[in-house]
Structure formats: structure tokens, C-alpha cells
């Protein structure tokens, strides 16, 4: 099965909004409703930022947030700080029983 | 507070085999199950595969299968990643995770450093 799809980068100015797509199918993102984000910050484990499309986990800020449409999760940060700077991944349960993530996303925060 | 502790980092040799421990604390471990996730240099966050704590069970990701083998050992809240006949190409952070087959795993181990060289 094919990674989910994600820009490679984007980028934005402190105080700006960004959104990172990520874009599947119907065996699933479309298909299930279990859509995580995680922020990766080389050297360090990733975080889980977003679960079940839209649930924020205690202590994330709500800067974070995230939706779907059809075949394809977003992840949108308000507000962007300095910190948020970081590889961003999508990941979906998939029909196969399985997990697959996207290919992940830098951001960098100008 | 909930830790998931990670063997050391190693070094193994082409077609040799390597197993990576997950050792976890601050919760029942039986009432979660462990996801293997990989990072190769230059590389995206990989699924390796998933391990029910409660019974075993285990999904493994296609590309895996055959290669890898995923245990926990409840007397000791210990999850192990066995995988066999390494390539160059396996040369990765491997990490622990503590979360559902569903994909959603909120707490990490601190990952172990997998270099296979000749």
C-alpha cells in the first residue's frame, strides 16, 4: 500500500495560519475516521498532536487542529510560532488492518 | 507517569538479526497495545507493525512480513522487535509506541538506533 500523500513542504510567517493536506483513499482515510498527526522533531520521538481527525490530546495546543473531506485529512496551525517548526506526519488506519503514514511534510516557519 | 524505555543503539552486520526491547512503565501493560515505527536517514515515518500487550496478536506491515517478529513479555512489561536478514537499507531510528491497531499512539519510547554495516 502507497504512503498517504503530503507536500513535501510549506512554510509561513510567525502569526500566520498554514494547512497540511494528506490525501488517501477510500480504503482509508476516506474509510475511517482514524487520522493522527504527529510532529517530528529530528533526534527527538514524535508527538502525537491529533487523533481520530479532529481530537486534540491534553496538553496540545489549540493552535492545532485538524478535519476531513472525502479522501483527504488537514492539519491546520494557527498562530504559528518558532517551535512549531517540524516534520509533520498524517497516518490512517487502513481496510487491510494496517497503518500506513504520509511521506511527511517540513514546515518552515519563517 | 507513563515511560516506554528503549534498548541501545546497535550495530549489525548485512543478513545478520537484531532485536530492539520496549520496556514500559506507569500503566497496565496488558491494556494497551505497542506500535514499531521506523525512521531511515533521509527518510518519512514508517509503520513496521503493531503487538496486542493483552494476547499477542500481532499485524505486521506487508513489507515486513516474514522479516519481522514482534513479542511482549507481560512479567516483565517488555515488548520486543526481532527483525531478521538486515540490509543496508534498515538502517533506521526504530521506535516504540504505546497505542491501538488503529494507528493512534500517544506515548513513545526514545527510540534506538538500528546501523547495519558491513
Known amino acids: 500500500q502507497s504512503a498517504l500523500t503530503q507536500p513535501a513542504s510549506v512554510s509561513g510567517s510567525p502569526g500566520q495560519s498554514i494547512t497540511i493536506s494528506c490525501t488517501g483513499t477510500?480504503?482509508?482515510?476516506?474509510?475511517?475516521?482514524?487520522v493522527s498527526w504527529y510532529q517530528h522533531h529530528p533526534g527527538k520521538a514524535p508527538k502525537l498532536m491529533i487523533s481520530?481527525?479532529?481530537d486534540r490530546p491534553s496538553g496540545v495546543s489549540n493552535r492545532f487542529s485538524g478535519s476531513k473531506s472525502g479522501n483527504t485529512a488537514s492539519l491546520t496551525i494557527s498562530g504559528l510560532q518558532a517551535e512549531d517548526e517540524a516534520d509533520y506526519y498524517c497516518?490512517?488506519?487502513?481496510?487491510?488492518?494496517?497503518?500506513?503514514f504520509g511521506g511527511g511534510t517540513k514546515l518552515t516557519v519563517l | 507517569q507513563v515511560q516506554l524505555v528503549q534498548s541501545g543503539a546497535e550495530v549489525k552486520k548485512p543478513g545478520a538479526s537484531v532485536k530492539v526491547s520496549c520496556k514500559a512503565s506507569?500503566?497496565?501493560?496488558?491494556?494497551?497495545?505497542i506500535s514499531w515505527v521506523r525512521r531511515a536517514p533521509g527518510q518519512g515515518l514508517e509503520w513496521v507493525g503493531w503487538?496486542?500487550?493483552?494476547?499477542?496478536?500481532?499485524k505486521y506491515a506487508q513489507k515486513y512480513q516474514g522479516r519481522v517478529t514482534m513479542t511482549t513479555d507481560t512479567s516483565t512489561s517488555t515488548a520486543y522487535m526481532e527483525l531478521r536478514s538486515l540490509r543496508s537499507d534498515d538502517t533506521a531510528v526504530y521506535y516504540c509506541?504505546?497505542?491501538?491497531?488503529?494507528?493512534?499512539?500517544?506515548?513513545w519510547g526514545q527510540g534506538t538506533l538500528v546501523t547495519v554495516s558491513s
Open positions: 477510500s480504503s482509508d482515510v476516506g474509510g475511517y475516521n482514524f
Open positions: 506507569g500503566y497496565t501493560f496488558t491494556s494497551f497495545g
Open positions: 481520530e481527525v479532529s
Open positions: 503487538i496486542s500487550a493483552y494476547d499477542g496478536h500481532t
Open positions: 509506541a504505546r497505542g491501538s491497531l488503529t494507528g493512534t499512539t500517544n506515548y
Open positions: 497516518s490512517s488506519y487502513t481496510s487491510s488492518s494496517l497503518v500506513i
